[in-house]
């Protein structure tokens, strides 16, 4: 091809783009909105997990904890901890009973004496979490 590049080819450079570009993020939009609730078993979210979800953010678990990757390194990965510990009565016994005053010489668990419902409700969230499709994330059960 010779000669310049025109006004007209840069308008249809342009449009042609637009349009492609547009339609892409069209389908690209279509297929998440199909995947996600595949994903995420967002039907299973019950108002008891909504507070348990509340509870862990209110509470700042993740100034302390990774959930899902995301958060501080100074304790072990919430996302897969119902299957480390063994499911929900693990998940609860093991909050409940970290002493007031720490363990001496390690990195401790604080005490937050929650109620029943409470832990209960930390519980169904943290069991709701690990069953969300995070590309298997983490890779291994110690988190
Ligand atoms: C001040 C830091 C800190 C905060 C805040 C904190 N944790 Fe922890 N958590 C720890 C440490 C440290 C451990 C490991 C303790 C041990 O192994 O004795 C731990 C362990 C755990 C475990 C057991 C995990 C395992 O695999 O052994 C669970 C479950 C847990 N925390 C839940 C929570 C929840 C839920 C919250 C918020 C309500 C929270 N933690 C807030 C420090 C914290």
């Known amino acids: 091809m010779s000669g310049a590049f025109t006004k007209s080819m840069a308008r249809n450079i342009f449009y042609g783009g637009t349009v492609f570009f547009f339609l ?27 507070h348990g979800k ?22 072990p990965e919430l996302g897969n901890a119902i299957t480390r510990l063994g499911g929900r009565e693990g998940i609860k016994g093991f909050i409940k009973s970290r002493p007031v005053e720490g363990i001496p010489g390690r990195r401790s668990m604080p005490q937050f004496n929650f109620s029943d419902d409470d832990l209960e409700a930390i519980a169904a ?3 709701h ?14 988190g």
């Not at 892409?24 to 008891?48: G, M, N, V, W, Y």
């Not at 509340?54 to 501080?72: D, F, P, R, S, W």
């Not at 979490?129 to 110690?142: L, R, S, V």
Request: net charge negative.
């Open 24 to 50: 892409l993020f069209l389908a690209l939009s279509f297929d998440t909105h199909q995947a996600l609730p595949k994903r995420d078993h967002r039907a299973e979210i019950t108002p008891q997990v909504v």
């Open 54 to 75: 509340k509870l862990v953010e209110v509470n700042n678990c993740i100034g302390c904890h990774t959930l899902m990757g995301e958060g501080a390194y100074f304790a």
């Open 129 to 142: 979490i690990n069953k969300i499709d995070d590309a298997n994330w983490p890779p291994n059960i110690q």
């Open 125 to 127: 969230y943290l069991e």
